[in-house]
C-alpha cells in the first residue's frame, strides 16, 4: 500500500525541477480554490440589507476576507499553474551543483537561507506597503502608523499589525543574511539531519500549523483582523454576554441624562440590538448542521422593539441569556438585577411557582415597530418572553462561517502538528525506522546473558 506513496515521493528526492513543481501546483491548487469560491459567493450573495442580512448571516466563508481580488487570485492561480507544467517537463536545472561530484545536488541549508530572506522581504513590502499605506491606504481606509509600546500586542489594536509585520520581516532579513554568510557546522548539519529532504518537511510543517494555530485564535475570540462587521459576532463575546451589557450600558447613560425609557432605547442602533439575537451565537448550531445561518431562522425583517417586563411588584425583570449549549426549549428565565430568579415558564405545573401568572408578568415594548405597546395577558407575555430569548426559530440553529473556519483551521493545525512530530522523528532516528541495529552483526553465546540486556556479556563481531 505504501508503494505508490513512496514512488511519488522519491520523484522529488533531489530533484530542484520536480521540487518546484510540487510546492507551486500547491501554490496554485489553494489560490485556485479561493478564486473560484469568491466567485462562487459573489453570485450567491445578496447585499440588500447590510444590518439584518449581511454577509456571515449568508454563509460567505470567503468573502469577507476579499472583495476585490478574486480576479488576481485566479490570474496568480493560473499563472502558478503554467509555471508548474514549464518546470515539470524541464526538470533538469543545474542550479545547485556538488563541487566535489559537479552533479546537481539540492544544497537544502541554502534553500532555506534563500525563503528566509525573500519570506522576510515579502513581509516587509507587505507591512510597508499594504498595512502601513506608505502611497496610499491599504487594509484599511487611512493611513496606519506601527506603534512600539505595550499596546501593540492588543488584538484590537491595527496599528499593531503593522509594527509587527516590521519586526517580522527586519528579523527575517538579518536571519537570512546570516544563513546566507554561515554555514552551518559539520556537527550540527549531521545531528539534525539538514541534508535530508524529510527534514525540510518537517520544518516546513511548523509554519503552517503555527499559523493555522494564531488564526483559529484570532478569529474565535476577535481581533482587528475579523471584524465583526465582516464575521460576525465571535463565541466569546457571546458567551460574556457582551452586546447585552453594553445596550444597557447605552440606556443607564441616557437614564443618567434625564431621557425617558424611549429616547434611551430609541438611541440603540438596530445592528447592536440585532448583535444580542440568540440566533447570531457562532456556536448555537452545534457543528455539521449545513448551510447558511438564514436556512435556521430565516431573514429578519425588522425590529419589534425591546420588550420590558414587571412583576405585580414593578420590579423590572430580565430576560436571561440563554448558554449556547441549551435546546431551545429549555425554560425561559426572568430574573432581577441582582440575578435573582422571579419568573419562568416551567416545564410542568408541579414546578410552577415563578409561573408568569402568579407572578402577574406584564411587558411593555420601547422603541422598534410596537412601540408602546403594553401586554399583560400571560399568554402574551410568554410568547415575548420566548421571542426575546429564541426568536421564531425552530431550534436549528446554523452555525457561523466564523465557527467552521476556527473548526477547519483548528484541525488542520493538529494535524499538521502531528505530522511535524512523525516527519521529525523519521529523520532523527532514520536508522531505527529502517530497522539498523548497530550490534546487528555482533554473535553471543547462547545462554550467556546474566540478564536481560546485561551490557557486560561476552561478544564477538563477525
Known amino acids: 500500500m505504501g508503494l505508490p506513496w513512496y514512488r511519488v515521493h522519491t520523484v522529488v528526492l533531489n530533484d530542484l525541477g520536480c521540487l518546484l513543481f510540487v510546492h507551486i501546483m500547491h501554490t496554485a491548487l489553494v489560490a485556485g480554490w479561493v478564486s473560484s469560491m469568491a466567485l462562487y459567493e459573489l453570485v450567491i450573495f445578496y447585499p440588500s440589507d447590510h444590518v439584518l442580512d449581511p454577509m456571515w448571516r449568508q454563509g460567505m466563508f470567503v468573502l469577507p476576507f476579499m472583495t476585490r481580488v478574486a480576479g488576481a487570485h485566479i490570474l496568480f492561480s493560473s499563472l502558478c499553474f503554467l509555471a508548474a507544467i514549464w518546470h515539470w517537463v524541464y526538470w533538469d536545472l543545474e542550479i545547485f551543483c556538488d563541487k566535489r561530484t559537479g552533479k546537481p545536488s539540492l544544497d537544502l541549508p541554502k534553500i532555506f537561507e534563500i525563503h528566509l530572506f525573500l519570506s522576510g522581504v515579502a513581509c516587509f513590502g507587505f507591512g510597508t506597503f499594504h498595512v502601513i499605506g506608505l502611497y496610499g491606504p491599504g487594509i484599511w481606509v487611512q493611513p496606519v502608523n ?53 527534514t525540510v518537511l518537517s520544518i516546513s510543517i511548523v509554519v ?82 449545513m448551510g447558511s445561518m438564514d436556512n435556521g431562522d430565516v431573514i429578519a425583517v425588522g425590529w419589534l422593539g425591546h420588550p420590558i417586563f414587571r412583576d405585580k411588584d414593578e420590579r423590572e425583570l430580565f430576560v436571561h441569556c440563554m448558554p ?68 421564531k426559530s425552530d431550534g436549528v440553529f446554523r452555525n457561523s462561517s466564523t465557527n467552521w473556519f476556527t473548526f477547519g483551521h483548528a484541525s488542520f493545525a493538529l494535524l499538521f502538528f502531528f505530522g511535524h512530530i512523525w516527519h521529525g522523528a523519521r529523520t532523527l532516528f532514520k536508522d531505527i525506522f529502517d530497522g539498523i541495529d548497530p550490534n546487528l552483526d555482533a554473535q553471543v553465546e547462547f545462554g550467556a546473558f546474566q540478564k536481560l540486556g546485561d551490557p557486560t556479556t561476552r561478544r564477538q563481531v563477525v
Not at 516590521?166 to 539531519?193: D, E, M
Not at 450600558?249 to 434625564?258: H, T
Open 324 to 391: 449556547t449549549f441549551v435546546f431551545e426549549t429549555f425554560l425561559v428565565v426572568l430574573v432581577e438585577g441582582d440575578r435573582i430568579v422571579r419568573a419562568d415558564t416551567p416545564f410542568k405545573r408541579a414546578e410552577s411557582k415563578y409561573s408568569v401568572e402568579p407572578v402577574g408578568v406584564t411587558t411593555e415594548f420601547y422603541y422598534g415597530e410596537l412601540n408602546g405597546v403594553s401586554y399583560s395577558d400571560p399568554a402574551t407575555v410568554k410568547k415575548y418572553a420566548r421571542h426575546r430569548a429564541t426568536l
Open 208 to 289: 503552517i500549523f503555527f499559523a493555522a494555530f494564531v488564526v483559529a485564535e484570532t478569529m474565535w475570540y476577535g481581533s482587528e483582523t475579523t471584524p465583526i462587521k465582516l464575521f460576525g459576532p465571535s463565541r466569546y463575546q457571546w458567551d460574556q454576554g457582551y452586546f447585552q451589557q453594553e445596550i444597557y450600558r447605552r440606556v443607564s447613560a441616557g437614564l443618567a441624562e434625564n431621557q425617558s425609557l424611549l429616547e434611551a432605547w430609541s438611541k440603540i442602533p438596530e445592528k447592536l440590538a440585532f448583535y444580542d439575537y440568540i440566533g447570531n451565537d457562532p456556536a448555537k448550531g452545534g457543528l455539521f448542521k
Open 146 to 198: 506601527p506603534v512600539w509600546g505595550v499596546e501593540g500586542f492588543d488584538h484590537f489594536v491595527p496599528r499593531g499589525i503593522a509594527s509587527h509585520h516590521i519586526a517580522a520581516r527586519t528579523l527575517g532579513i538579518l536571519a537570512g543574511l546570516f544563513h546566507l554568510s554561515v554555514r552551518p557546522p559539520q556537527r550540527l548539519y549531521k545531528g539534525l539531519r539538514m541534508g535530508n529532504i524529510e
